[in-house]
């Protein structure tokens, strides 16, 4: 039985890393690349003389149009198609955007070509990938809203904040605490959500519908 393919697109300035993305997951029957694209403004071309793909990895720094605004571009003309950040660093201030513009989730340059499949899959089927940050437990609360824990006033609030751009000094200040309080707000949520991470709290936030952007 024939495999169905995922159409994908890659945006990312840097040539070489394009084309080895290309290449390397033109090697899976599950994928079929449509096109690539240096940045947002090349990618509109495409979209127009190319068939639609279903996943875009999306390079972050661009020069012309970044991914940000690409990003936010595409969930307004094209909501259909899925966005899957590509991220250099574990930068959590530009993944955090990125999901605001619309990204399902991200994926390190460096991971191995395996797990960036799965990602792409993940995204596709899910509409999200939420990587090692978050559990399986995470992932069963956003497709089941009943599974959700008890979460405080306080600790809704700490969400909230941890959504922008105040650095957890910031917050304290704004929620007229202690730094101590605030790291002990950002471990209650850790435990309880199994989270590791400042993004892996924003994803919740986003994906459980708690906050709107």
């Not at 990125?98 to 089927?125: D, F, Q, T």
């Amino acid at each position: 039985m024939e495999t169905e393919q995922i159409n994908i697109a890659i945006v990312d300035d840097h040539t070489l890393f394009r084309n080895g993305i290309a290449a390397l997951m033109s090697e899976f029957n599950e994928l079929r690349v449509v096109f690539d694209a240096e940045n947002g403004k090349q990618l509109q071309q495409m979209l127009l003389n190319h068939p639609q793909p279903q996943v875009i990895l999306m390079d972050i720094n661009m020069p012309v149009m970044d991914g940000y605004e690409t990003t936010k571009w595409l969930k307004a003309k094209y909501p259909q198609i899925k966005v899957l950040a590509l991220s250099m660093f574990e930068d959590d201030k530009a993944v955090i955007q990125m999901i605001k513009c619309g990204a399902g989730g991200y994926v390190l340059k460096e991971s191995k070509p395996r797990e960036l499949l799965e990602a792409i899959k993940s995204i596709y089927n899910k509409g999200s990938y939420l990587n090692e940050m978050v559990s399986g437990k995470l992932i069963r609360s956003i497709t089941d809203v009943e599974t959700l824990p008890h979460i405080s006033k306080k600790e809704e609030e700490f969400l909230r904040l941890s959504c922008s751009e105040l650095t957890y000094k910031e917050i304290a200040e704004v929620m007229f605490v202690s730094p101590r309080t605030v790291d002990n707000y950002r471990e209650s949520l850790f435990q309880k959500l199994n989270i590791k991470s400042r993004t892996g709290l924003v994803l919740y936030a986003i994906q459980n519908e708690i906050f709107k952007f």
